[in-house]
Structures are given as C-alpha cells and as structure tokens.
C-alpha cells in the first residue's frame, strides 16, 4: 500500500479510499432521539451493511483499495502503545457522561475490551445503562444515582452518522483538514481522524491545515479539490467563513500544499444544502451535478496568497456559476446537470435522497444512489458511465456516495 494521502481532484482515477461499515451504532438510535443526534429515520441495519457492502464492492471492482476507518484506528492503537490510553481519556472527557462514579464505571467497561478493533467499534456504537451496572458502593453520589434513573436509556451517545466519512476530515492534496463540526453529536467522530493522522503508520506525518480544537466549524462535504492549484469551500450551514480564513492561511503557507487559490461558495443556509457537495459535485472535465435551486443564487470570494506571508487576497467574482466553475477547471466551458432533470417534483424527491451528491471513480464514471431514477437517467443520456449503488436504507442518513466516503488517492489529471 502507498504511504500518504495524495488528492488533487474530484474526478481522478480513485486508488483509495476510507469508508466506515455502518455499525451497532444505528441500534442505539431511538425515535425520540433522532432529531438531536440529526437523523430523519431509523435504518435497517442489517439492510443498510448489505448496502454499504455492496457500495464497497463497486468500489473494488474497479481497482479501488478499500480501507475501514474502524480498522485505521485500531492499526494505529496497535502501533503506539499509550495511545489507545490517551484516546480513551479524550473520549470520555467528550461523552458527556454525567458524574464520576458513571465516568469511572464506563471506563472499566471499556478498558475490559481487549480487542482493538472491537474497542473502536464499541466506542462508536455507544453505550447503554442495560450494558452495564451502576454500583450502590460508599463512594457513590445522588446525583450519579439520579441521573442513572433518567429518562434516557443511553450513558453515551451513538455515532450513527459515522458512515459518511466525508465530514470529520477532508483530503486536500498531500494534507488533510481535520475538522471541528457543527453539532457536538458529530464532532466526536473526529477523534478517530485525530489519532490516525496522529499515530498509524501510514498517515501520521501528514500537513494538518485545520485543527479540531479550532474557535470556528467546518466540515468536509464543503471541501471539493478541483485541482492541484485551486479548491473550493463552501460557506454553507456547516463551514463558518471564519473557518475558511484559517484554512487559508494554513494552505497557503505550508510548503506541502499546492493550492494557489481558495474559491468560497457563499451557499443557502437550509438542510437541503447542508454541504457544498449537495449543491454541487464534480463528474467529469466539464460536468457537474447541481441542486436547480441553486442557479444564479451564489455569492462567490477568491481567496489568493498575498505578497507578505499570512496575508490573504479576497475578490468577490461577480460572474455565473457555469462562467467561474470553467474558469477554475480551465475548460471553455462546462455542463451544469440539474438533479431531477430541472422537474421540481423530481428535484426535490431526488435532492432529499442525495441525486447530485455522487462520487466520481474517474472521469465520466461516477456511482450513484439507484432510487434516483429521473437523475439517473439524465445522466445516462449526458454520456457518463454509472455505477449504481443500492440506497433504500443508506439513503435514511441523508447522504449519497460522495458522502459515505473519503478518498486518500486519486490519480492526477
């Protein structure tokens, strides 16, 4: 396996790419929790793996290597001893467990774990008060005891939107933005980013442009590499404009990073444009999908280096969104293909089920949700070469291909 992330595209020819199989983090989902820990609907489990595994061999069926985030984690707790120690110390600390008696009681539940592996993947699942006992000892506190009869049956909270490995990190050339994300359900999940890029051998001496720790959030379905030289991040629900001021100056003046410029897509806030990558995505030279709603509604900044170090250059480009995505893939021009082929009926259907959000394996080949027939079809008859993926129960995270996945290689182009 090569050493390294290298990324400079959306649409070069995939190598390799880190995915998360859903897990028991989706049994611990309960209804009355969804809105909170941001789901819409409880998945199937056993459905969404098949699905998930189907996607993955898709995947390996054209010559992509498939790593497993759980898997990473462990590799790298098994490479460093004490960092399985410092990683738990972190988790718990982020858990949100209520009083020290709980605290010390979880942590011998999960220190019993041997298994790395299986350790990771209960830290992502969560933990139930049916999984453990909470002891009436001397050292025992009310409010410990009191808030063990909750309401609630979780102690800690489940990870169930680990499986769109997109956001917690985003690959951008040799380095990657590690992030801090919108909501503390999810920002949790970017504890495992921190400590592959941290300790496992492949991946710990890797740039970091963005930090988990930092004042203001992003996330990586707002981070779309056009190319070496040029990225676009979306200001969007998800990534604060103050977050791309940092991420610029990080880029701009490491010696790793090749991006000469930053283009910010100024996007509505709304769940249905959470992420750039739901407003837009890359699938070929000269084609993206877009969310129609978007048209003519975009505010965009370019941010370039400026002649001292750690000065930035910002220009608003007052232009069409074709006119400025050419000019950043240096095409004449490009083809904006509308999810649900411009019907609004259709568009709005297949938007809520990720109908642009598709994930490009190479140029003009792309893998996409199979519910989203109407789009689907639009893109068959544009040309591109679709690799249809299975999305009844997947698609109830609200996230499509380009989502359930973080690419570590790509061709260049």
Request: proline letters at 5%.
């Amino acid at each position: 396996m090569t050493k390294g992330l290298r990324v400079h595209s959306e649409i070069g020819a995939l190598k390799r790419v880190c995915l998360h199989r859903p897990g028991e983090e989706l049994l611990n989902l309960p209804p009355f929790e969804l809105e909170r820990l941001l789901f819409d609907d409880v998945p199937f489990l056993e459905v969404a793996q098949e699905e998930h595994d189907a996607f993955a061999q898709i995947l390996r069926d054209q010559g992509v290597e498939v790593l497993y985030l759980e898997k990473l984690v462990a590799e790298a707790f098994d490479a460093v001893p004490g960092a399985r120690d410092e990683f738990l110390d972190q988790y718990i600390a982020e858990a949100g467990i209520k009083g020290d008696c709980m605290r010390k009681v979880v942590r011998e539940k999960l220190e019993s774990i041997t298994d790395n592996l299986e350790f990771v993947m209960k830290t992502m699942a969560g933990l139930t008060k049916a999984e453990i006992e909470i002891p009436l000892s001397a050292g025992s506190t009310l409010n410990a005891l009191v808030n063990s009869e909750s309401e609630s049956d979780l102690i800690i909270d489940p990870m169930p939107n680990l499986y769109f490995t997109r956001d917690p990190f985003a690959v951008v050339g040799n380095g990657v933005c590690l992030n801090r994300m919108y909501s503390v359900t999810r920002n949790r999940e970017t504890l495992y980013g921190k400590y592959i890029f941290k300790y496992h051998p492949d991946y710990k001496d890797v740039s970091l442009y963005f930090r988990r720790d930092a004042a203001f959030h992003t996330e990586g379905g707002d981070v779309l590499n056009i190319n070496a030289k040029t990225l676009a991040v979306g200001i969007s629900q998800r990534t604060q404009a103050a977050a791309i001021d940092v991420m610029a100056q990080n880029i701009f003046w490491n010696s790793d990073s090749e991006v000469e410029r930053i283009l910010a897509f100024n996007i509505p806030n709304n769940r249905a444009m959470m992420h750039l990558d739901t407003v837009f995505t890359q699938i070929d030279h000269d084609k993206f999908t877009i969310h129609p709603a978007i048209m003519g509604t975009l505010q965009v900044f370019e941010l370039t280096p400026g002649k001292n170090s750690g000065d930035v250059n910002i220009t608003e480009l007052n232009d069409t969104l074709e006119h400025i995505l050419a000019n950043a893939t240096g095409q004449d021009q490009v083809k904006l293909i509308p999810c649900g082929g411009g019907d609004p009926i259709a568009a709005a259907r297949e938007q809520w089920n990720d109908g642009s959000n598709t994930l490009a394996v190479a140029p003009g080949k792309i893998c996409v949700y199979a519910r989203n027939t109407v789009t689907n079809d639009v893109l068959y008859k544009e040309g591109l070469e679709l690799l249809v993926c299975p999305s009844a129960e997947l698609s109830r995270g609200r996230g499509g291909p380009r989502c359930m996945s973080m690419p570590f290689e790509r061709e260049d182009i």
